[in-house]
């Protein structure tokens, strides 16, 4: 997933609609300009594609994927059919998440699995990943979700020491656009010197309009992002490029920050609003 000093993932956001020729297309356009891309798994409760078969599009366009597993969609039967079938494709990269509940409004409303928890996911592509049993052994990178918080000076963070123990070699943060919360809980774990067992990813955004940013703010739990940075979308004359500009910023500032050793950055908008901050940012230069 890392080819630079820096690393620089996007998302795309799989929906009902996603078809194989519009991965194509966003591959075309991310392929040069970011280390991976990462495929969340059925977020906000929409049904899409497979990350698995969104992720074999990806890698036969020239694009390294990070597939998304949730242990709120299926058993651990299904889950570690999807990690078999992914180390048979070439798929490397895993992002394996606990899963947000979902949104009111489902009609039937689907049933959470949850047999198997993040960290207890973690460790079971990590026994594949490590175990003489297995004839072939995948080259796994796990990955696990964490939402920066304001820290406890007299604490530490165990949740995500379990992850690491468990065999997460990088964690990736919700998206997080407070920069002095971020910072701060960064600081807390260089203290903790977690940074030496794991990379972390930071998230942030492009929006492309207030509104966008509003409705990520009020439906995901996790996420941060700060009053300010809508109002600067809603009074800007041209919205999409203040978003640009937004992340921009944020990225910069990221790379400042001690322990972040790599940026995720989602779009609401347009793909080409990736490249355009990314090119900005000029983190790798």
């Avoid at 409705?215 to 009053?227: F, G, H, S, T, Y």
């Avoid at 979308?233 to 990221?254: N, R, V, W, Y």
């Avoid at 001690?258 to 347009?270: A, D, L, R, T, Y």
Wanted: glycine content about 6%; aromatic content about 4%.
């Amino acid at each position: 997933m890392q080819t630079r000093d820096f690393t620089v993932t996007a998302k795309i956001p799989l929906t009902p609609s996603t078809d194989a020729d519009l991965i194509r297309e966003q591959a075309e356009i991310l392929r040069d300009n970011i280390d991976a891309v990462l495929l969340t798994d059925n977020q906000f409760g929409k049904v899409h594609m497979s990350t698995v078969a969104a992720s074999v599009l990806l890698l036969q366009n020239g694009v390294d994927p990070i597939m998304q597993l949730s242990c709120r969609n299926k058993n651990r039967i299904a889950l570690i059919s999807d990690l078999l079938g992914a180390a048979a494709l070439g798929i490397t990269s895993l992002l394996l998440v606990q899963g947000n509940k979902l949104p009111k409004g489902f009609d039937p409303r689907p049933k959470a699995v949850h047999d198997v928890n993040a960290t207890e996911l973690i460790a079971t592509a990590l026994t594949m990943k490590t175990d003489e049993q297995f004839e072939s052994n995948p080259d796994f990178f796990i990955g696990g979700n964490i939402a920066p918080h304001v820290p406890d000076p007299e604490s530490v963070p165990q949740k995500l020491i379990d992850k690491i123990d468990a065999g997460a070699q990088f964690v990736q943060t919700h998206v997080c656009m407070n920069m002095d919360l971020l910072s701060n809980f960064m600081k807390h774990l260089v203290e903790n010197n977690l940074i030496r067992r794991v990379s972390f990813i930071a998230g942030t955004a492009v929006f492309p309009t207030a509104e966008a940013a509003r409705w990520l703010k009020e439906n995901r739990r996790n996420v941060m992002i700060p009053e300010a940075i809508i109002k600067r979308l809603k009074q800007a004359k041209d919205p999409e490029s203040e978003g640009i500009k937004i992340c921009t910023e944020q990225m910069q500032e990221m790379a400042e920050i001690p322990g972040v050793s790599g940026v995720n950055v989602m779009s609401g908008g347009e793909a080409s609003a990736i490249v355009a901050a990314v090119h900005a940012a000029n983190l790798n230069s």
